[in-house]
């Protein structure tokens, strides 16, 4: 049987989830105060605390730093109020596992302490990371990553992925939705960008037929879509101020009215927002509600562009290059460590998508079973300086003169050394000091080797 610690100042409020959470078969101690509930904790193994935020003595968040202070590895479910959404974000930021709006369901809070208990389980049971289809690298920063999405995928949280283009940020939304506890409920995306000021509305909300010029049928909006499951909203910071508006409105009453309908309906959503706007700045400016933020960035996650984390680059082509081959049905399975090198030089301005680009260029360019640098196309700058390729043991992709095995080493350096000499002696016009200056050899082995061969 399960132990809760239930931590509330309202008499009220702790003894209806008593008699609730009684009923429902878990065992239930109550507190007033979070000092009373810090005194409980040094003498009885709770499950799970959940506990409210506002109280005089001892705050819901003084409670919760208390308890990651001691290392107590117990879930912690605070009770904000819908009013101040802000206390939703810090007690996400501060390690809560969750957090239950007031007023809430009965149905709501139980999912909520199923989903706290079963995480604690899993946790003792393997800490080993499950699979992220799809997302590739293993960079401490995409470590950071999953472990994100493990810890805030189950929670009711909704999440604003920000970061450049092309980082992932689509990915890790349908990763946390996979990590979810309605997994098997709908995921729905939304462009904002991609729909007309005027169009948006009926996309989100729905229309009614006949509600305007066009709408020859009913049309079910995004949030009816996704109700019970998630809607992804991409590109958020391209929203109009009206729509913010609507929006907001919807995420505090959670209900809504189609366009032209006269039914509310009434939906459970949890929001995946992303942008590669600074979404904190856009409220700054005053383009972007500071309350609509504060309800849709309860976490918010931090995408990182590839140039921070360069160590994924090459896991990334190799998943690339398997992919595109495959598709191509060519042998191109492997790159060369100088073209791997180029790669690791470059700053990739478009992040994963244009190395996934450059990637399938470069498969559908080669004809050998090796990428070589020549079959990559690179459009931002590189960051690395060229010259040091030259010096490199790596540089050693380079096609080979088949001749060297017919010469054997010595000849065929001889021979090449012969070469560049009489080389360098045309390209300066005979001038044996500037000879040796292009060689980057001193005068003195310049004038002995010249000797040597004859020149
Ligand atoms: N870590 C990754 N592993 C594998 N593929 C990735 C990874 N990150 C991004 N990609 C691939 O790169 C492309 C861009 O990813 P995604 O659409 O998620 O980026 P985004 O951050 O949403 O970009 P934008 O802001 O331009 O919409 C996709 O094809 C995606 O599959
Ligand atoms: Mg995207």
Not at 332 to 351: E, H, R, T
Not at 386 to 394: G, I, L, Q, T, Y
Not at 432 to 439: I, V
């Amino acid at each position: 049987m399960a132990g809760i610690l239930v931590v509330d100042d309202e008499p009220s409020m702790r003894e209806f989830l008593k008699i609730l959470l009684d009923k429902k078969g878990y065992s239930i101690q109550t507190a007033a105060s979070g000092a009373e509930a810090l005194t409980l904790l040094q003498h009885h193994p709770f499950d799970l605390i959940i506990s409210d935020i506002r109280m005089p003595d001892l705050s819901g968040l003084a409670l919760l730093e208390n308890i990651k202070q001691q290392d107590l590895s117990i879930p912690v479910v605070l009770i904000t109020a819908y009013a101040s959404p802000e206390d939703a974000v810090l007690a996400m930021k501060n390690g809560a596992y969750d957090y239950i709006t007031k007023p809430f369901k009965v149905d709501d809070i139980l999912s909520v302490i199923k989903a706290a208990l079963g995480s604690r389980q899993e946790k003792t049971q393997s800490k080993e990371a499950d699979a992220f289809t799809g997302i590739i690298g293993n960079s401490p920063e995409m470590l950071k990553i999953y472990d994100l999405i493990q810890r805030i995928g189950p929670t009711q949280a909704n999440i604003l992925i920000y970061g450049e283009s092309g980082t992932g940020k689509e990915l890790v939304a349908q990763a946390i939705h996979q990590h979810s506890k309605v997994a098997e409920n709908a995921f729905v995306p939304i462009t904002c960008s991609a729909i007309p000021e005027n169009l948006i509305e009926s996309e989100l909300f729905g229309h009614a037929k006949g509600s305007f010029t066009g709408a020859i049928a009913n049309k079910t909006g995004l949030f009816e879509l996704a109700n019970n499951g998630s809607a992804f909203l991409d590109e958020i910071g391209e929203l109009s101020p009206l729509i913010q508006t609507k929006l907001l409105r919807v995420l505090q009453e959670r209900e809504f009215k189609k366009v032209g309908g006269t039914e509310t309906i009434k939906v459970k959503v949890r929001i995946i927002s992303a942008t590669n706007k600074n979404l904190e700045e856009e409220v700054l400016a005053g383009r972007f509600r500071e309350d609509l933020f504060y309800r849709l960035a309860v976490v918010p996650i931090r995408m990182p562009p590839l140039r921070e984390r360069k160590g994924d680059v090459p896991l990334l082509v190799d998943h690339f290059l398997k992919k595109y081959s495959a598709l191509f049905d060519k042998e191109v399975q492997q790159i060369s460590s100088y073209a791997l090198k180029v790669l690791m030089d470059y700053d990739f301005p478009g992040n994963v998508r244009e190395l996934e680009n450059i990637v399938e260029r470069g498969v559908a360019l080669e004809s050998s079973n090796i990428i070589l640098p020549e079959s990559l196309t690179l459009s931002g700058h590189r960051t690395g300086r060229p010259a040091d390729h030259d010096h490199s043991p790596e540089y050693d992709s380079r096609p080979m003169d088949e001749n060297a095995f017919d010469l054997g080493l010595e000849q065929y350096i001889t021979d090449i050394e012969k070469r560049l000499i009489k080389t360098a002696l045309t390209r300066t016009n005979n001038s044996r000091m500037k000879a040796a200056d292009l060689l980057k050899m001193s005068f003195r082995s310049f004038r002995y080797k010249a000797k040597k061969y004859n020149i």
